[in-house]
């Protein structure tokens, strides 16, 4: 095992160029560090850093699932980030120490997911919230590392979000769903006294807290769309609002001003300012998507804003005019496409829309969205001239990558959901596959298509096509654990091979008369063509199947990349990996080398894209 080790360190290390990705649906999720240098914000189940003159980033590693919430200290040395788990497991809280960029302790208590933290203001204390399978509020001592006392979060209902007081170390809040309380530290007795704030017959549901520069005042963000102020000395509803035109889409996020005006996030997009008074809207600007993080970036008035559907807005405080920072996929990305010949863009696909990337200084250039389907798969058909993809309401659609209108929309290709597609060299011809199990061979035409057959040996989902470079043959994957070899002239199955795995990608080497493919049984299987023979087996992974692969024209290298986070560069006749990058925020989902060896770009299932330096030009 040791050897192993030492064999697993030695093994060169990819070169991250660039990463898309920011989990908008963590509540507060992107941070302004004090020292102003750095934005903080959680994707899967990394922290990133990234530093605001260059964009250079960095990642904190620890969590092993997604990253569920995030505070920061008052004076930025610490980060506190909470998880989710498996049902009946702990999920663990991690304080990270921000100079060292290295964990300072674990705490581990909760069970199946962390909700909220909250460090205290004089950073002696962070408070914890469990999630509705667990229940409980505890109070640690960062010092110590230790837990310092646990209680139940409510009595009634659930809680969604525990803040400090600004003043008092011993004093914080809580709230969520039938519970709105205010807890004293009593450290001698090792003990927490919860006090429930009276509302009379007002009963909302709070998102959010924010308590006042002088503790005097908490304002409670509800999903009904109003403000209910609490007097924190009498523990008193003192006012609730607006009265008539409430807020759509609920409160996700409250910041209170120095004047004592609020700014308000809501579900719906909106990014408000509103009166101290009486809660009215004074300056407004919607976005897109629900907002869930509101924090300032300098004094001159600038905000930074994240949103649900992973979207970063510089906003200015002054005309509340918007500025789109960056973008990214909110939810897995399903495939990606590079055309061939070029190393200048790339596609993906996600729930409900394909986008368009320039590769250098990653940026998206084009969105192409289809609401409420999800894109399976997209290629780019191999003179340029359209982007192909398969939907899961089973259509064919092709667009224009110059301005994105569609050409071309093929109904009822597949009756369950297109989840495979490729096109020939010559471009005249489409082959596709769908969770039925079919493959079917289309003819373009202009302005139309036409059904040439449709192969239907398959009994499960087909999971991925390749055509061979003279258009005679293609390979299809599936989860039925066969890979079969079709002749696309006389559509007859050639060969089959067959293997105890769901099969999930294939590909063929340099010369055609091997293929690749790989799967649920964590290995890469090199085959005959011919004959259906297996050559070789490799151990592609200890843990978790094989999501993708991908190989370089000139044969000599492929990628791989699943569920265990890790991307492998393999050479293709030693069967060696060359090189391996960084464990990833989440499983890879997708990952292609574009045609000059020149870069290589995966994807993973918590919408994160990530470009590598390809380590190996392309041989003469």
């Not at 304080?95 to 060292?100: D, H």
């Not at 469990?130 to 809680?159: H, L, P, R």
């Not at 409900?352 to 250039?365: A, G, H, Q, S």
């Not at 989440?586 to 470009?611: E, P």
């Amino acid at each position: 095992m040791d050897d192993k080790d030492d064999e697993a360190r030695s093994i060169p290390e990819l070169k991250l160029e660039a990463l898309i990705g920011f989990n908008g649906h963590v509540p507060f999720g992107l941070k302004l560090h004090p020292d102003k240098k750095y934005l903080i914000y959680p994707l899967g189940s990394l922290v990133i850093l990234t530093r605001i003159d260059d964009g250079k980033q960095e990642f904190l590693h620890g969590h092993s699932n997604n990253v569920s919430c995030i505070s920061l200290s008052k004076s930025g040395v610490y980060i506190a980030s909470g998880q989710v788990n498996l049902v009946a497991v702990k999920a663990p809280v991690i304080i990270w120490n921000y100079a060292a960029r290295a964990i300072h302790c674990q705490l581990l208590l909760h069970k199946v997911k962390v909700e909220a933290v909250a460090f205290s203001p004089n950073e002696k204390y962070l408070a914890s919230l469990g999630g509705q399978d667990d229940g409980s509020i505890v109070v640690w001592n960062i010092e110590t590392k230790q837990a310092i006392c646990k209680s139940s979060a409510s009595t009634y209902g659930y809680s969604l979000t525990v803040e400090f007081f600004h003043t008092n170390d011993n004093i914080f809040a809580s709230a969520g769903s039938g519970t709105l309380r205010i807890w004293e530290l009593d450290l001698t007795n090792r003990r927490i006294w919860p006090t429930d704030c009276r509302t009379g017959k007002l009963k909302r549901t709070v998102k959010c807290l924010e308590i006042s520069e002088c503790d005097q005042y908490m304002f409670c963000g509800t999903t009904s769309g109003d403000i209910m102020k609490i007097n924190t000395r009498l523990k008193l509803l003192n006012n609730c609002g607006p009265a008539r035109s409430k807020f759509s889409g609920g409160i996700n996020v409250l910041k209170v001003l120095n004047s004592g005006d609020m700014l308000v996030g809501t579900g719906s997009g909106t990014l408000a300012l509103c009166s101290k008074n009486n809660f009215q809207t004074l300056r407004e600007i919607e976005l897109e998507d629900g907002v869930t993080s509101i924090s300032f970036s300098d004094e001159g008035g600038q905000l930074l804003v994240g949103t649900e559907g992973a979207q970063m807005y510089r906003v200015s405080f002054e005309d509340f005019k918007a500025d789109l920072l960056c973008t990214g996929h909110r939810s897995a990305i399903h495939d990606i496409a590079i055309p061939i010949g070029m190393s200048q863009v790339f596609a993906t696909c996600s729930e409900e829309d394909i986008r368009v990337w320039r590769i250098n200084k990653p940026k998206e250039l084009m969105r192409l969205s289809v609401p409420n389907l999800t894109c399976n798969a997209v290629c780019f058909m191999s003179d340029g001239h359209a982007i192909i993809s398969g939907w899961s309401d089973g259509k064919i659609r092709m667009f224009d990558p110059k301005n994105g209108k569609p050409l071309l929309i093929m109904n009822n290709a597949h009756n369950m959901g297109v989840t495979a597609i490729a096109n020939t060299r010559d471009s005249k011809k489409i082959v596709s596959g769908g969770r039925e199990g079919r493959v079917r061979v289309w003819e373009l035409q202009p302005q139309s298509h036409h059904l040439l057959d449709t192969l239907a040996e398959h009994k499960e989902t087909v999971t991925c096509i390749k055509i061979k470079s003279d258009d005679r043959e293609c390979v299809s994957a599936s989860n039925d654990g066969t890979c079969i070899i079709w002749d696309l002239v006389r559509f007859v199955s050639l060969q089959r091979v067959i293997a105890n795995t769901l099969f999930r990608t294939v590909c063929y080497n340099l010369d055609e008369h091997q293929i690749i493919t790989s799967g649920t049984d964590r290995k890469i299987t090199y085959w005959y063509v011919l004959d259906g023979s297996s050559i070789r087996e490799l151990e592609a992974s200890q843990s978790g199947p094989i999501n993708t692969m991908h190989i370089t024209n000139d044969g000599n290298h492929f990628v791989t990349g699943g569920e265990d986070k890790l991307l492998k560069v393999w050479d293709y006749m030693l069967g060696d990996v060359t090189h391996v990058g960084m464990p990833l925020s989440a499983a890879i989902t997708a990952a292609k080398i574009c045609s000059n060896n020149s870069i290589l770009v995966c994807a993973t299932a918590d919408g994160g894209i990530w470009q590598w330096r390809f380590p190996h030009p392309p041989s003469s």
